[in-house]
């Protein structure tokens, strides 16, 4: 599986951003899309996932301000973000997981996008 990110960029402190994500390869088996992040200094987190099933799952700190979708058609998935704060700064990577029966998922990586929010 091969994952395209685009959509980061520079935006002022209460603006939006738009980012999107492109699946290609063997799609079958994939569950779980998602974006994780990773500002300078810090561990990878969690930002946001949905499920094959349309299940969606927010960190705490972009509830409400940020909002996850997925096309299963075009296998795309998306992350608007709204009301940016500079704490949302990083890099941003598109994931997505494909469950193994009987063994841990498999995840794959997109090649991460610049998300920087100046105050």
């Known amino acids: 599986v091969q994952l395209q990110a685009s959509g980061g960029g520079l935006v002022q402190a209460g603006g939006s951003l738009r980012l999107s994500c492109a699946a290609s390869?063997?799609?079958?088996?994939?569950?779980?899309m998602g974006w994780y992040r990773q500002a300078s200094g810090k561990q990878r987190e969690l930002v946001a996932t949905?499920?094959?099933?349309?299940?969606?799952n927010y960190v705490d700190s972009v509830k409400g301000r940020f909002t996850i979708s997925r096309d299963n058609v075009k296998n795309t998935v998306s992350l608007q973000m709204s009301s940016l704060k500079p704490e949302d700064t990083a890099v941003y990577y598109c994931?997505?997981?494909?469950?193994?029966?009987?063994?841990?998922?498999?995840?794959?990586w997109g090649q991460g996008t610049l998300v920087t929010v100046s105050s």
């Open positions: 994931n997505a997981r494909r469950d193994v029966l009987d063994s841990r998922p498999i995840d794959y």
């Open positions: 949905i499920s094959s099933g349309g299940r969606t």
């Open positions: 390869g063997i799609i079958f088996g994939i569950n779980a």
